[in-house]
């Protein structure tokens, strides 16, 4: 049986992000402003097939800001449980948010994410 993953909604709240260095959460979180933009989410709309891959198309909304990305990622099925693995990247300058200096550098703007979805199929 073959798996077709043509829609999916995810989001978190930033408050609830522990990098287990509670001093940086607690600047990520005063940077990203999550006090007045507490989530952060991702609804999927379209997947197409580039190069033998998958790339998810969607909206991320962040920050008070919604954009189209293209994400790619790989599903593999182990019996009835289901891995979504992928990786994106993106500028936050993209959503608005305020570019990070430290000292007299300025650090890049990209922002690289890796995720590992897990699930089981139930039965319908």
């Not at 408050?15 to 990203?32: L, P, T, V």
């Not at 007045?36 to 008070?64: A, E, Q, R, W």
């Not at 099925?77 to 990786?87: A, F, H, L, Y």
Request: without cysteine; charged residues 25%; neutral net charge.
């Amino acid at each position: 049986q073959s798996l077709k993953v043509s829609k999916a909604d995810f989001s978190f709240r930033l408050a609830d992000f522990d990098s287990e260095h509670k001093a940086r959460d607690e600047k990520m979180n005063k940077w990203i402003e999550s006090d007045k933009f507490p989530k952060i989410s991702f609804s999927l709309t379209d997947v197409k097939t580039v190069n033998g891959g998958s790339v998810g198309i969607g909206k991320l909304s962040m920050h008070g800001v919604s954009k189209e990305v293209e994400v790619p990622f790989t599903v593999t099925r182990e019996g009835n449980t289901v891995s979504i693995d992928g990786t994106a990247a993106f500028s936050y300058e993209d959503w608005n948010l305020e570019i990070i200096r430290l000292f007299l550098f300025r650090v890049r703007p990209e922002l690289n994410v890796q995720f590992h979805l897990k699930g089981v199929i139930s039965g319908s």
